[in-house]
């Protein structure tokens, strides 16, 4: 309405220059000016009348839409409290779902605290094996499925850990290679009971899928594999001292458990493992790691199985990397030896990591008393069998080496995006020694071994976290044996071995 009063006074206004100049013009000027006049009196008047009655809808209008706006507000405050409502609901329902996750480090599924937990993982190896001038060994040229794996782990009631192995590889059949339950009271405390590791050897002790090699080094002939038991283990002081200690069925040297003890007396087992600078600051010092592991134990009664394994061959003995057996417990008079009293064994071990560069060494004597039956003389002995080994890596591409956990390339393969994966380059000696009081009571001088030498060479390509293919060539000279005979150990130790390894790995 101000407007309006505004544009009646202007248009009145505007009038009166005109009304002046016919002043001049007419004498009836004056009675025209006051007409004017009246006029504007009567505009200022419907003026006030508009504004007082337009003043209370006004106020009217700005209450309606204050009430409106008010009103709005008040829904736009209950549907945010009902969406925090939502969200809350939606949290604590999340906080109680499972967790389910899939990625490079298996299959896994949890309850919402962690308190139960299911980890599906698995390895599978397919190999090859080249032997040069080779001919007198049928069969040993070829492909092979050395592993197939699946692995079942997880947890129940937050402290209760387990683990289910079985491996299908093998040509007797499935196998059970891990089962057992481990109670976590807390890290430096826990305690074990199934089938594992025996804790002495540290390249034994190495997941088969990150070893180096595609087979172990001759100073992991003389420890044992996997055994039957109860252990306490833990890590201490944030890991910088780890220790093992259990009782075990006992097996030998070489060999996983059969599942049944051979005899009635019990084997000892221990490890402790030092790693005093894994926090310090200095990164070339936290890779360094060394210890000591043995095991002891008395057989109550004589029998064949407590002597090494008859992998590469028939009879108990020892095997090179290409798995042929260079020496076994085979008398030229046809006795049969046996294992009997004591087997003792000492493993002092030590390896060091540095960026790109790993160094892994250990020492293994494995002392047992063996026993000649069947025919005379009805002697006993006790043999000090020893063996060693270095191994040295280094990642070509620049990653991290490491003891455990393989080598995660920076770039995983996809030539697309030019990535290549990680490029390792490994070598390793390697010598095994028979003690000389084997010979010739235990053992036959012409077909066994003394000693064996290796030294391999290889070259490591990580694709992935998850695939590896590996090639390796490996050289084993003989001490002693050569001797005329149609197998193992005769047909091997009677030249060098010469053999080129391969692996496709499919991990996770």
């Known amino acids: 309405m101000r407007v309006v009063m505004a544009l009646l006074i202007g248009a009145v206004v505007g009038v009166q220059p005109a009304a002046l100049n016919l002043r001049a013009e007419d004498t009836n000027t004056v009675e025209l000016i006051k007409q004017l006049q009246r006029r504007i009196d009567e505009l200022e008047q419907k003026v006030k009348v508009l504004e ?53 480090d298996g299959f896994n599924l949890s309850s919402a605290k962690g308190d139960f937990a299911l980890q599906l993982k698995g390895v599978l190896q397919v190999d090859s094996r080249t032997y040069f001038d080779n001919p007198a060994t049928a069969g040993n040229d070829g492909l092979l499925l050395r592993r197939a794996r699946p692995i079942l782990q997880g947890t129940v009631f937050r402290d209760f850990d387990f683990m ?45 899928r990150d070893t180096l090699f595609n087979e172990r080094a001759l100073a992991t002939a003389l420890v044992p594999n996997r055994d039957v038991g109860f252990e306490l283990h833990g890590d201490l002081l944030d890991g910088r001292v780890s220790y093992a200690g259990g009782v075990f069925n006992g097996t030998s040297d070489g060999a996983n458990s059969s599942n049944v003890d051979f005899s009635n007396d019990r084997a ?53 990397d290409g798995q042929q057996q260079f020496f076994a417990y085979n008398p030229a008079d046809k006795a049969v030896v046996v294992a009997a009293q004591n087997h003792w064994r000492l493993s002092p071990q030590a390896y060091y990591f540095y960026g790109p560069f790993g160094l892994l060494g250990e020492y ?26 270095v191994t040295a890596s280094w990642v070509l591409t620049g990653e991290d080496a490491a003891y455990a956990g393989g080598v995660i390339p920076r770039r995983p393969f996809n030539p697309a995006e030019g ?8 070598g390793r000696y ?36 998850n695939v590896e293919v590996k090639t390796s060539f490996s050289y084993t000279t003989f001490s002693g044996g050569g001797g005329a005979g149609t197998s193992a150990p005769a047909t091997v130790t009677q030249k060098p071995e010469e053999v080129l390894f391969t692996r496709i790995q499919l991990a996770f």
């Open 364 to 389: 293994a004597i494995s002392d047992q008393t063996v026993r000649r039956t069947v025919v005379a003389p009805f002697s006993s002995a006790h043999l000090d069998n020893t063996a060693w080994e």
């Open 430 to 465: 390697a010598e095994l020694d028979i003690d000389p009081a084997a010979f010739p009571s235990f053992a036959d001088p012409k077909t066994s071994a003394h000693s064996a030498a290796a030294w391999s060479i290889g070259l490591n390509w990580y694709l992935n976290r």
């Open 164 to 208: 289910f192995v079985p491996d299908f590889a093998p040509t007797a059949g499935p196998t059970i290679f891990d089962a057992y339950a481990n109670y976590r009271y807390s890290p430096g405390l826990q305690f074990q009971a199934g089938k594992y590791k025996v804790p002495i050897g540290l390249e034994q002790l190495m997941l088969d």
């Open 52 to 104: 007082h009655n337009q003043g209370p809808a006004e106020e009217a209008t700005d209450a309606k839409a204050k009430e409106h706006l008010e009103a709005l507000e008040q829904k736009v405050n209950v549907l945010e409290q009902e969406k925090e409502l939502e969200l809350e609901a939606s949290e604590a329902k999340a906080k109680e779902a499972p967790k389910v996750s899939i990625g490079a």
């Open 268 to 320: 000892f087992a221990g490890r402790l493992f030092f790693q005093p600078f894994n926090h310090t600051s200095a990164a070339a010092l936290q890779g360094i790691g060394f210890g000591v592991a043995g095991s002891y134990e008395t057989m109550s009664t004589t029998n064949t199985a407590g002597l090494p394994s008859t992998t590469g061959g028939t009879l108990p003995g020892y095997f090179t």
């Open 419 to 426: 990535g290549w994966g990680a490029l390792q380059l490994v």
